[in-house]
């Protein structure tokens, strides 16, 4: 399919990346960088406990709210790889009512976002590929790569058929094994900076490139899995790829630095999209939690009994739902879903979208505003 120009140019040498092993490196950190480390930490710890205190240890909407979180983390991390999805198209993903490939490809990386956090306690490549799995079997025509090591090269440049110019060209296939066997290993350690391993970790695995493909969303998984794992981030999720999406080229400067021998950039922009995730993340939750404090308001007629009063605190992960999703999530009878979804369309909490007589699903138009707003102010840096 190549053209014998585009052959002639393509043919040559070629350098491919031979990365150091870095299961014993300690980083040493310069002491400004330690300070704004330890600042951007304590930043990661405070928004973890301020979700938990917003809401309180006990309210239901906790874990719903700590899922639209990872849901936000996930879509800002597949907006680094330009797949881009509005909030709506995603909750339509998650009940199977979307047609949008970017919304399935999205809600394919929050289930890898999700197994990272499941499989904390147990961060080896099991781990990893599992991710991966997770990820890339969601994405058409690549389902025989999900959960596996490639067998062939790859690189990061503009020519499909030659690594030739490419500004990164990943390690032969046969150095991939035992090159991740070394970062888990570094993973593993317990006497690095959570922060500082948590970047150098990615950026290692982004040099690794150890898949066909999805190695950035597997490598923003992996960070998360770490930060649950060192107990930095315990109850929720912080969306520190929103931080990354901010200034990409920055980003993506840092991971060819750390190519090039220098991991100071990568720990300065993992610091700095931790402050910028702790703050904006503030700023979402309360969003949201006004959004459900208004919603009990208009609820307050109804008697503590009605079923509608369950479904209202898992509005905030699923803003779009329908009578399936209330059966199987929450294990009601086709009635009360009915019942329930008929409550809170009265109170005007949700709207009935479709106009259909089948296949109807009601949305929390506020929610979805309030995530779109927050997706609008992260392009807009």
Avoid: C
């Amino acid at each position: 399919m190549s053209s014998r120009a585009q052959v002639a140019a393509g043919s040559g040498p070629y350098r491919s990346t031979v990365p150091p092993r870095i299961a014993a490196y300690t980083p040493s950190l310069p002491s400004d960088l330690a300070a704004d480390v330890e600042e951007a930490s304590a930043a990661l710890a405070r928004f973890d406990s301020y979700t938990r205190a917003r809401l309180g240890t006990h309210s239901p909407a906790l874990g719903p709210m700590s899922a639209i979180l990872l849901r936000t983390e996930s879509a800002s991390s597949s907006q680094i790889e330009n797949l881009t999805v509005g909030a709506r198209q995603l909750a339509l993903a998650a009940i199977d009512q979307s047609s949008s490939d970017n919304a399935s490809t999205v809600a394919a990386n929050v289930r890898a976002m999700e197994a990272a956090l499941e499989l904390a306690d147990t961060l080896d490549e099991a781990a990893v590929l599992r991710m991966h799995e997770e990820l890339i079997s969601g994405q058409r025509g690549w389902e025989a790569q999900a959960g596996r090591y490639r067998d062939g090269l790859v690189w990061i440049g503009t020519s499909a058929i030659s690594p030739r110019g490419a500004s990164h060209v990943a390690p032969q296939a046969a150095l991939v094994p035992p090159l991740m066997d070394d970062l888990m290993r570094f993973v593993q350690r317990d006497d690095i900076a959570v922060l500082v391993q948590a970047a150098v970790a990615h950026a290692q695995l982004e040099t690794i490139h150890p898949f066909s493909d999805g190695n950035g969303r597997t490598g923003r998984a992996l960070v998360h899995a770490i930060l649950r794992a060192k107990r930095l981030m315990a109850h929720t999720t912080a969306p520190v790829s929103a931080g990354l999406l901010v200034d990409t080229q920055s980003y993506f400067e840092s991971l060819t630095a750390y190519r090039a021998g220098d991991a100071r950039p990568v720990v300065e922009q993992f610091a700095r999209a931790a402050r910028y995730a702790a703050t904006t993340g503030v700023r979402l939750v309360d969003g949201l939690a006004g959004e459900l404090d208004e919603a009990r308001e208009a609820l307050v007629g109804l008697r503590p009994q009605a079923v509608a009063w369950r479904v209202l605190p898992h509005l905030v992960a699923q803003p779009v739902i329908n009578a399936r999703y209330l059966a199987e999530r929450l294990g009601m009878t086709d009635t009360s879903a009915q019942r329930a979804l008929q409550q809170l369309q009265a109170a005007g909490v949700l709207e009935e979208r479709t106009g259909q007589r089948r296949n109807r699903v009601w949305q929390h138009s506020g929610i979805l505003r309030l995530l779109d707003a927050y997706a609008q102010e992260v392009r807009r840096g």
